[in-house]
């Protein structure tokens, strides 16, 4: 063999073999665990060819025409052919696929065109030239004769099943106009990388496009919000959902993947840098639907590409009294006091100390030198200490229009926190603001409450890395502002107005389990509770009573208060992931 051949062969064995083998170990550690635990989720959970021919011999109540709307630009005909191949293949038959293609490649239109001649439910449009992607789909939408319109890219494919599953979500919620799924990647390996997604999250939604695929509505509300606008390309759906969702009658997840998202070196799903002109677009989305909310409202760059932050200013920056339940431990309580002085942010401070059997002089000193500065206040809790009952206490001494249930261990380090949990707090929809607390090494302690994790509540991403460690799942819930079920009261901010109104704390918990079952409280009563990244906070957890054993009754009511969310999962937490870890792994 000549050299030439032998460096042929090296070369071909490194792009085949080599790339191939680096490319799935590169999955296998994308995704906690690997591809092959997906794989497993996969053949347990997804319907086998049995249930899918079930599927297609059966009759739903109602059978909504669903329209696929797919925009086309130059699509390579590979990917157009499972494109379309993909929605033939839909178990339930009353749908049609809306092609509005502005290529200018001859081949990829030939192979559309082709396709459109082999299924009567396929309409292939021509445009004479390129609109952008939302007014080509708009394009598309204007000759589709669908009740429902459900969004395909052209390059990505759909689950089999996901008509079927569109349709009997349309069925089982007769109120609802609005849809959407799980989803996930595809490349020429296969499938990897689960979006599992939360129920309806209006702040998630602002922060990143959660939703994304696969999203339908029906026509009513499509037309009623404006459909697709020019001038968003690039985030022209997450625009879309930001306005459908706020005018909904009713908004369904299906925590099913039904949509497989094209991976390739062009496309966002195999590069996020791949369309950087998105990440602007996104930007004035999230901009405008802020500015829907509150006229003062503006939006800003998120933690990473595609993320944003949606910003709420004060006319006037309200007072906060800062409650601390104390026994001794000044070397925990000063620096508590200090740190968050420091950060106040021309914010109106008060702090009120509820002292409880502390023993030392000097910690009566400090209390004497605290409120002759007119800084704070000491209030006594008699008797047996009783976490929520000592919060009360303060609760009810308060003087500000926000309160910040804070814990002595808990150290401000950075400025900027006290705003990120004000301007939410302040929002007429929203109950408890939670911020990211970390751990004395740096690793996450807090950043948000899973209802049923670990079989009580937990909290999600618990020791790893402040950035969530480089996992998507992790990745999204660390650093964005979303909605939780509940944060810890470790460092809680709630207006006083809704405190008082969801009746305070549960003082039948006395050391644990009352900031979760108050945050539920605030949920029945419907307001949003909220976790903030922006405000971030060290905290030494449990320092100062490690030594209280947690009562055997505290578990019991906690129990009794997680019920429905033990028996179905928190709906801000997927119901696709294994609830016995902390970490978002897939569910097995």
Known sequence: ????????????????????????????????????????????????????????????????????????????????????????????????????????????????????????????????GNLGIALNTAAAAAIATGEILAFLDHDDTLAPFAAFELAKAANEHEDADFFYSDEDKVDNLGRFDPHFKPEWSPDTLKSYNYITHLMAMTRPLYE????????????????????????????????KVLYHWRAHKGSVAGNGAAKAYANDAGLKAVACAAKRENESAFAEQGLFKNSYRARYPFAKKPKVSVIIPNKDKLDLLRPCVRTVSATKEEFGLEFIIVENGSEKPETFEYYQKLEESGDGRVVRFEGDFNYSAANNLGARSASGGLLLFLNNDVQATEPGWLTAMAEHAKRPTIGAVGAKLLFGDGGIQHAGVAVGLKGWADHVCAGLPVDGGGRFACSHLVNTVRNVSAVTGACMMVEKSKFDVAGEFDERFILCGSDVEFCLRLLSLGFLNVYTPFACLKHLESVTRKDSPIPQSDFARSKKAYGPYLAEGDPYYSANYDYQSKIPRIKR
């Open 1 to 128: 063999m000549e050299l030439r051949d032998i460096k042929k062969a090296w070369r071909s064995l490194q792009s085949d073999g080599f790339a191939a083998t680096a490319k799935k170990a590169a999955r296998k550690l994308k995704y906690g665990g690997g591809g092959g635990q997906y794989a497993a989720f996969i053949q347990k959970y997804e319907p086998a060819e049995a249930e899918l021919a079930l599927q297609r011999k059966s009759r739903l109540e109602k059978m909504p025409k669903i329209s696929f709307l797919c925009p086309a630009y130059n699509t390579k005909p590979e990917f157009a052919k499972a494109m379309v191949k993909s929605v033939i293949a839909q178990t339930y038959p009353n749908w049609e696929l809306v092609t509005a293609d502005a290529g200018q490649e001859k081949a990829c239109s030939d192979v559309l065109r082709e396709l459109s001649r082999t299924d009567r439910r396929i309409q292939y449009l021509r445009l004479e």
């Open 224 to 255: 009623r919000c404006g459909g697709m606008r020019p001038g968003f390309d690039g985030s022209q759906d997450h625009d879309l959902a930001l306005r459908a969702t706020e005018l909904s009658k009713g908004i369904v997840h299906i925590p």
